[in-house]
């Protein structure tokens, strides 16, 4: 009786061990034996033995030598992608980007849907299909799906899995994570999108090693992932972010599809410059977009034109920027941020958005607030929902010690 609680003790240590070889792996990309040692707090024979059964385990694998300034190069090792996926599920209100990604961030398979997310009866129903062609693609390789992870926008409640801005996504008969778990027999998170693009960019992008950041989200509505003191702040209830319904004016202001007058995401989202942009051709604005057809117009279109030195499309977007960077004073006056990354469908406007914020923050901000400020433009390349997601997913399966 004794041996046998000895050996599990001795199991539920290495276990834990193994989880925290894994996550720092998965940070890192690449660490010798002896990095990890240091790192695990333990020693290297006990480290190569965690090494080798993760490798025949196949989550873990050698890939090279690292430097060594004398004598043999040390062994490398990574995550092994070859084996264990996560499905991650970019849900918009245009569109669903549907990913398999390893343990390397690296895409296997991939499938897009033009199924916006609205408030309609039938969304379920017609996402079903489309996951179930993802699932019959995957059968043909020889891969595990460990986590499923969705992100999209509104207020989610990542605790219990709910969206309560989209109720059609929680039941009563089948909800959006039961439907997930039903095909791909997983376990499945949601996070808020503008969440999931903060956690990419800790990870991934510019904020890796900073502990007091921002990323902006400029999409068709406007959000806010927030770091705090190194760690992704959520709220109590999972909705910390929702910057596009503070109200910015509350006389004369349009109606927000939240119910209320006057909301940021009325001012400054994707929805609003291409709305801002067919009234003012309609209206007589001389521009380089009168060519184009206002039904069609796009956000790719406007910043084209504006970087073509159309005087209008270069106007609308300083006006975005503008109102944007009024919005995010009042949230550098809460969280004192040492950067801000500007992310989302707009960023692609570049130094034509992001200068605007700029003199904004400046304009509305107490001067020490700027100081060691800077706000710059994601270099993840659209990635950072993806990456951030498949992050959150790993993060949880690991800390509810479901892998490996």
Same mark, same amino acid.
């Given at each position: 009786?004794?041996?046998?609680?000895?050996?599990?003790?001795?199991?539920?240590?290495?276990?834990?061990?193994?989880?925290?070889?894994?996550?720092?792996?998965?940070? !890192?990309?690449?660490?010798?034996?002896?990095?990890?040692?240091?790192?695990?707090?333990?020693?290297?024979?006990?480290?190569?033995?965690?090494?080798?059964? /993760?490798?025949?385990?196949?989550?873990?694998?050698?890939?090279?030598?690292?430097?060594?300034?004398?004598?043999?190069?040390?062994?490398?090792?990574? &995550?092994?992608?070859?084996?264990?996926?996560?499905?991650?599920?970019?849900?918009?209100?245009?569109?669903?980007?549907? %990913?398999?990604?390893?343990?390397?961030?690296?895409?296997?398979?991939?499938?897009?849907?033009?199924?916006? &997310?609205?408030?309609?009866?039938?969304?379920?129903?017609?996402?079903?299909?489309?996951?179930e062609q993802l699932a019959q693609l995957l059968g043909t390789r020889d891969?595990?799906?460990?986590?499923?992870?969705?992100?999209?926008?509104?207020?989610?409640?990542?605790?219990?899995?709910?969206?309560?801005?989209?109720?059609?996504?929680?039941?009563?008969?089948?909800?959006?994570?039961? &439907?997930?778990?039903?095909?791909?027999? !997983?376990?499945?998170?949601?996070?808020?999108?503008?969440?999931?693009?903060?956690?990419?960019?800790? %990870?991934?992008?510019?904020?890796?090693?900073?502990?007091?950041?921002?990323?902006?989200?400029?999409?068709?509505?406007?959000?806010?992932?927030?770091?705090?003191?190194?760690?992704?702040?959520?709220?109590?209830?999972?909705?910390?972010?929702?910057?596009?319904?503070?109200?910015?004016?509350? @006389?004369?202001?349009?109606?927000?599809?939240?119910?209320?007058?006057?909301?940021?995401?009325?001012?400054?989202?994707?929805?609003?410059?291409?709305?801002?942009?067919? $009234?003012?051709?309609?209206?007589?604005?001389?521009?380089?977009?009168?060519? @184009?057809?206002?039904?069609?117009?796009?956000?790719? $279109?406007?910043?084209?034109? !504006?970087?073509?030195?159309?005087?209008?499309?270069?106007?609308?977007?300083?006006?975005?920027?503008?109102?944007?960077?009024?919005?995010?004073?009042?949230?550098?006056? /809460?969280?004192?941020?040492? &950067?801000?990354?500007?992310?989302?469908?707009?960023?692609?406007?570049?130094?034509?958005?992001?200068?605007?914020?700029?003199? !904004?923050?400046?304009?509305?901000? /107490?001067?020490?607030? %700027?100081?060691? /400020?800077?706000?710059?433009?994601?270099?993840?390349?659209?990635?950072?929902?993806?990456?951030? $997601?498949?992050?959150?997913?790993?993060?949880?399966?690991?800390?509810? @010690?479901?892998?490996?």
């Open positions: 009786m004794q041996d046998n609680v000895v050996l599990s003790v001795i199991d539920t240590k290495k276990s834990k061990l193994k989880r925290r070889l894994i996550a720092e792996l998965y940070r !890192a990309e690449s660490r010798t034996i002896s990095q990890l040692a240091g790192l695990l707090h333990t020693s290297v024979p006990s480290t190569t033995n965690l090494i080798d059964e /993760l490798s025949s385990e196949h989550w873990v694998r050698g890939v090279g030598t690292g430097n060594a300034q004398f004598g043999r190069k040390p062994s490398l090792f990574a &995550l092994d992608p070859s084996r264990y996926i996560n499905i991650v599920a970019d849900i918009t209100v245009h569109d669903i980007q549907l %990913r398999a990604m390893n343990l390397a961030n690296e895409i296997v398979e991939e499938l897009d849907v033009k199924l916006g &997310l609205d408030l309609s009866d039938n969304f379920l129903t017609v996402l079903r299909e489309p996951l891969v595990q799906i460990i986590g499923v992870g969705v992100s999209m926008p509104g207020l989610v409640d990542p605790k219990r899995s709910v969206n309560h801005t989209y109720p059609n996504l929680n039941g009563p008969g089948v909800s959006l994570s039961q &439907l997930f778990h039903s095909i791909f027999r !997983a376990p499945v998170y949601l996070i808020n999108d503008s969440q999931a693009m903060i956690v990419g960019e800790h %990870r991934f992008g510019l904020a890796q090693g900073k502990n007091h950041v921002m990323s902006v989200n400029i999409d068709w509505g406007v959000g806010l992932g927030v770091i705090v003191d190194g760690t992704i702040f959520q709220g109590g209830g999972g909705f910390a972010g929702e910057l596009g319904h503070i109200q910015m004016k509350s @006389e004369g202001g349009e109606l927000c599809h939240c119910g209320k007058v006057g909301c940021l995401d009325t001012l400054a989202s994707a929805s609003a410059l291409i709305q801002r942009a067919r $009234t003012g051709l309609q209206t007589g604005a001389v521009s380089l977009l009168a060519e @184009e057809n206002l039904d069609n117009l796009t956000i790719e $279109t406007i910043i084209a034109k !504006a970087s073509l030195g159309d005087v209008f499309s270069i106007d609308l977007l300083s006006d975005i920027g503008s109102e944007l960077g009024r919005g995010l004073a009042t949230a550098v006056h /809460l969280f004192n941020p040492e &950067l801000i990354i500007v992310n989302g469908v707009l960023a692609k406007a570049e130094k034509a958005i992001i200068r605007p914020i700029e003199q !904004a923050i400046a304009k509305y901000c /107490l001067p020490n607030y %700027r100081d060691n /400020l800077t706000i710059e433009q994601s270099n993840l390349d659209g990635m950072a929902k993806l990456y951030g $997601t498949q992050a959150y997913v790993l993060q949880n399966l690991l800390e509810q @010690e479901l892998i490996p």
